[in-house]
């Protein structure tokens, strides 16, 4: 079955949230200088990137990546096309109508044509509060979206990312939906196993549906 890769590259000149720490590599290993393999360390914020925010991200009393629910990770889900509105621009819960997300339990929000993830840009679109309780309300079990976070860099409440999962929805951004047809797909985006962890990249596919073949 065909996949689409919905994941960001992770460089150097990745774009990272204000304040966050940016991806760097230190090669501590190599062949031409004498070494058997080639190894290298990595720096950066688990924030870089395509990532999935676990609760202890924005609750201290929540669980940690590692301890997460896996199944929402993994499982049908619908990528819609949606525009921000206002200033700053969030994502209008009059435009979550019931054909779009009916029979739908994971929601991908593409709202933009073009992704460079090597850019911060400081207007994106996020989820907000009014949209995230629909979404709750829906029975959704997870949200994604092609920007960097559920709520604005400059909201200290972040409403969106409390309500969501109040309600039981996982989170997932700084998806890369350019190429990918609106509709249903499986989407596979497994975080890694770590310990204490706020959140963690993920590799994020989309894989299309038996029944969506020719």
């Not at 689409?4 to 760097?24: R, V």
């Not at 819609?80 to 779009?100: E, F, K, Y």
């Not at 959140?199 to 020719?214: Q, Y």
Request: with cysteine; charged share 20%.
């Amino acid at each position: 079955m065909r996949i689409w890769d919905i994941s960001e590259p992770i460089e150097a000149s990745s774009a990272t949230f204000p304040g966050d720490t940016p991806f760097s590599q230190e090669w501590v290993a190599r062949q031409e200088r004498g070494a058997s393999c080639n190894v290298s360390t990595i720096r950066m914020s688990v924030h870089v990137g395509t990532h999935t925010d676990s609760p202890l991200h924005f609750d201290l009393a929540g669980p940690d990546i590692a301890s997460v629910d896996l199944t929402k990770y993994l499982g049908r889900c619908r990528v819609v096309d949606v525009q921000g509105t206002g200033s700053p621009s969030l994502i209008p819960a009059a435009a979550l109508t019931a054909a779009m997300l009916a029979g739908a339990e994971r929601i991908l929000f593409r709202t933009r044509q073009e992704h460079d993830h090597r850019v911060w840009d400081p207007a994106f679109t996020a989820v907000g509060a009014a949209a995230a309780k629909a979404l709750v309300h829906a029975g959704i079990r997870l949200v994604g979206i092609d920007t960097p976070s559920m709520d604005h860099a400059d909201c200290k409440e972040l409403d969106g990312h409390h309500l969501l999962y109040e309600g039981g929805v996982a989170i997932l951004e700084n998806i890369d939906l350019r190429m990918v047809p609106a509709g249903d797909y499986e989407l596979i985006a497994l975080p890694l196993r770590i310990v204490h962890g706020d959140s963690s990249p993920v590799r994020a596919i989309l894989r299309e549906l038996p029944t969506s073949r020719s």
